[in-house]
């Protein structure tokens, strides 16, 4: 069976929905209870993991899926930002976030460069590439992205440029030379399998 992931980002907490920097929170109300109502709708799973943030977990066990924690699937460390609002970031090193978002592959916060989430996101994914079958894991937004970028080879700065929502599923697909980008949609219900494409080539 050919290799594929889904990349599912995790549902709504507190910290998300007032654009904290790497907030680890559990889901919110109506996070927990989106995540419920999509249980089982990614059909025949044969592997899955999960971020080592709570929130990821979370979302995992409430999509009913038994997930293996990856440090490498966990947000990127924006080191002494972490926990702080974008507003207050922005009050207090305006010129250092201003840089860091015209400039990823700097690390101005003292934590990670998004070249570094890519590179261990890449090594994830090279991983996943010798498995069979559908690969599920529960991620974030950043880590999301940078498969992204890294599958269709972007430039850096398009990093910033992918909206990637809570819940919803990026498909990846590799005939084992390379990855391609199926799809970014929200989770919704399973649909089968199409043989061919261009991952499968």
Request: glycine share 8%.
């Amino acid at each position: 069976m050919t290799p594929r992931i889904t990349l599912i980002c995790h549902a709504t907490t507190r910290a998300l929905r007032s654009a904290t920097f790497g907030g680890d929170e559990p889901l919110d109300e109506a996070g927990r209870a989106r995540s419920q109502r999509l249980a089982g709708r990614l059909g025949a799973v044969d592997a899955c993991w999960t971020s080592p943030a709570l929130c990821a977990r979370e979302t995992a066990a409430a999509l009913g899926l038994n997930a293996t924690v990856d440090e490498r699937l966990g947000d990127c460390d924006y080191g002494r930002w972490k926990g702080l609002k974008f507003q207050q970031v922005l009050l207090r090193e305006p010129r250092k976030l201003v840089a860091w978002i015209r400039m990823p592959s700097t690390a101005p916060h003292g934590g990670e460069s998004i070249p570094q989430v890519l590179q261990r996101v890449a090594s994830w994914m090279t991983e996943r590439g010798r498995d069979r079958g559908h690969t599920v894991a529960v991620t974030h937004s950043a880590v999301i992205r940078a498969a992204v970028v890294h599958v269709i080879q972007a430039e850096l700065p398009s990093f910033w440029r992918i909206d990637i929502l809570p819940l919803s599923q990026t498909e990846l697909r590799t005939n084992g030379r390379r990855w391609v980008l199926r799809s970014i949609a929200p989770l919704s219900a399973a649909e089968p399998e199409a043989e061919g494409g261009e991952g499968t080539q």
